[in-house]
């Protein structure tokens, strides 16, 4: 049992191949038409491809001015590339605590964390379950701050009738091959900012100020100029092509994703010590991890369940290990006085075996080794 399949059909292989055959094989008519669905489906102005989620979380940083000296609010509870692209920047990540039920950045812990310095708030859509946009856009406003969104698991997610990353000034999506869609690798910058859109399609592309295509077919191809020592993000045609491919279904891929979802609910809720994903709030979650909780009462802890179930032949995993206990963030730690709970979910969490196209008999699998283990 894999904890993760990646599904990639007969339709996604001929895109691919198709692209092949481009005179432009980067930065040409296909990442175009990527971003222009793209924008359509989250309903934002621009969508910028980039090479992946890090990358965009760089540059809209970049975007909104972020340096040396600036803070960063993000949750503790998060993939390193969160933590690392603040760093890049120069500026300091200051790792806030999640609510333990939604395990989304916490609101509270956002307030208790602002200070002269803070000039972001970088909430992480976890799991596929959008924020408490509301609350955080109010904290931003009175606070004059700027939201960037991290979407890396949420390609599909919505609140209020809004795809998410369309609250703030930017939000940054993944198309790592684990995410609701894959262009293998891959990311995507979405606002409804000129500024920002400019700023990253120049800065993304080594900052010159023409395309590709635009200069080779409109004037001089070396006639460009240099604005900025930008940088090499960008995303090529075959990526683009898997990603249009793979976008056309997104829908289906989520409801595939909301019925195994439900299923290990309807099966795991009944175990005693187990603590199944909360209902969302949300108008759509993009279900993108199905993460359960092990309680005392369970009988085994976390870490034996890992193993047992690895013995069965079924892979889990954790998503994810606290930032602040990276060796390398360690240096930020007055920031870290009051994170309990992400030090009290991580020693609880596991990630189970969760994909579309995952069978009710591969979940049965896992659901009798979860029920048998503690035995």
Same mark, same amino acid.
């Given at each position: 049992?894999?904890?993760?399949?990646?599904?990639?059909?007969?339709?996604?292989?001929? &895109?691919?191949?198709?692209?092949?055959?481009?005179?432009?094989?980067?930065?040409?008519?296909?990442?175009?038409?990527?971003?222009?669905?793209?924008?359509?489906?989250?309903?934002?102005?621009?969508?910028?491809?980039?090479?992946?989620?890090?990358?965009?979380?760089?540059?809209?940083?970049?975007?909104?001015?972020?340096?040396?000296?600036?803070?960063?609010?993000?949750?503790?509870?998060?993939?390193?590339?969160? &933590?690392?692209?603040?760093?890049?920047?120069?500026?300091?990540?200051?790792?806030?605590?999640?609510?333990?039920?939604?395990?989304?950045?916490?609101?509270?812990?956002?307030? #208790?964390?602002?200070?002269?310095?803070?000039?972001?708030?970088?909430?992480?859509?976890?799991?596929? !379950?959008?924020?408490?946009?509301?609350?955080?856009? @109010?904290?931003?406003?009175?606070?004059?701050?700027?939201?960037?969104?991290?979407?890396?698991?949420?390609?599909?997610?919505?609140?209020?009738?809004?795809?998410?990353?369309?609250?703030?000034?930017?939000?940054?999506?993944?198309?790592?091959?684990?995410?609701?869609?894959?262009?293998?690798?891959?990311?995507?910058?979405?606002?409804?900012?000129?500024?920002?859109?400019?700023?990253?399609?120049?800065?993304?592309?080594?900052?010159?100020?023409?395309?590709?295509?635009?200069?080779?077919?409109?004037?001089?191809?070396?006639?460009?100029?240099?604005?900025?020592?930008?940088? #090499?993000? !960008?995303?090529?045609?075959?990526?683009?092509?898997?990603?249009?491919?793979?976008?056309?279904?997104?829908?289906?891929?989520?409801?595939?994703?909301?019925?195994?979802? +439900?299923?290990?609910?309807?099966?795991?809720?009944?175990?005693?010590?187990?603590?199944?994903?909360?209902?969302?709030?949300?108008?759509?979650?993009?279900?993108?991890?199905?993460?359960?909780?092990?309680?005392?009462?369970?009988?085994?802890?976390? +870490?034996?369940?890992?193993? !047992?179930?690895?013995?069965?032949?079924?892979?889990?995993?954790?998503?994810? @290990?606290?930032?602040?206990?990276?060796?390398?963030?360690? @240096?930020?730690? #007055?920031?870290?006085?009051?994170? @309990? #709970?992400?030090?009290?979910?991580?020693?609880?969490?596991?990630?189970?075996?969760?994909?579309?196209?995952?069978?009710?008999?591969?979940?049965?699998?896992?659901?009798?080794?979860?029920?048998?283990?503690?035995?």
């Amino acid at each position: 049992m894999p904890f993760f399949s990646p599904w990639v059909t007969n339709s996604d292989r001929k &895109a691919v191949m198709d692209a092949l055959h481009s005179t432009f094989l980067t930065d040409g008519p296909k990442l175009r038409q990527f971003e222009s669905d793209f924008a359509k489906f989250t309903g934002t102005r621009y969508a910028i491809g980039v090479s992946n989620a890090t990358s965009a979380l760089f540059l809209s940083l970049k975007a909104c001015g972020i340096g040396k000296g600036d803070e960063v609010i993000l949750p503790d509870l998060t993939f390193v590339a969160t &933590a690392n692209a603040v760093v890049h920047t120069g500026a300091t990540p200051v790792f806030t605590d999640v609510d333990k039920e939604e395990m989304n950045i916490s609101i509270n812990s956002i307030k #208790n964390n602002i200070t002269k310095k803070t000039k972001v708030i970088l909430p992480v859509h976890f799991a596929g !379950r959008a924020c408490n946009m509301k609350e955080i856009i @109010k904290i931003a406003k009175s606070n004059n701050l700027m939201v960037i969104e991290d979407c890396a698991h949420a390609i599909g997610a919505t609140s209020q009738k809004k795809h998410v990353g369309t609250f703030g000034d930017a939000g940054c999506f993944s198309f790592y091959p684990t995410k609701n869609i894959t262009t293998v690798e891959g990311g995507m910058i979405i606002t409804n900012s000129k500024k920002i859109a400019e700023y990253v399609n120049m800065a993304r592309n080594h900052g010159i100020t023409k395309s590709l295509i635009q200069r080779y077919t409109h004037g001089k191809p070396w006639d460009y100029d240099v604005v900025e020592s930008g940088y #090499n993000f !960008r995303l090529d045609e075959i990526r683009s092509s898997l990603g249009i491919s793979q976008l056309k279904r997104i829908r289906k891929l989520n409801f595939m994703r909301k019925k195994a979802h +439900d299923y290990y609910n309807s099966k795991l809720s009944k175990i005693k010590g187990v603590i199944t994903p909360v209902s969302s709030r949300v108008d759509h979650n993009a279900y993108h991890l199905y993460i359960i909780r092990i309680e005392k009462e369970y009988g085994i802890n976390r +870490d034996e369940l890992f193993r !047992r179930l690895l013995e069965r032949g079924i892979s889990t995993s954790v998503h994810y @290990k606290p930032l602040h206990q990276f060796t390398v963030f360690r @240096k930020f730690k #007055n920031h870290t006085d009051n994170l @309990k #709970n992400t030090i009290a979910l991580y020693s609880e969490m596991i990630s189970l075996p969760f994909y579309p196209n995952i069978t009710r008999n591969e979940q049965d699998i896992v659901i009798k080794g979860i029920q048998e283990s503690s035995s």
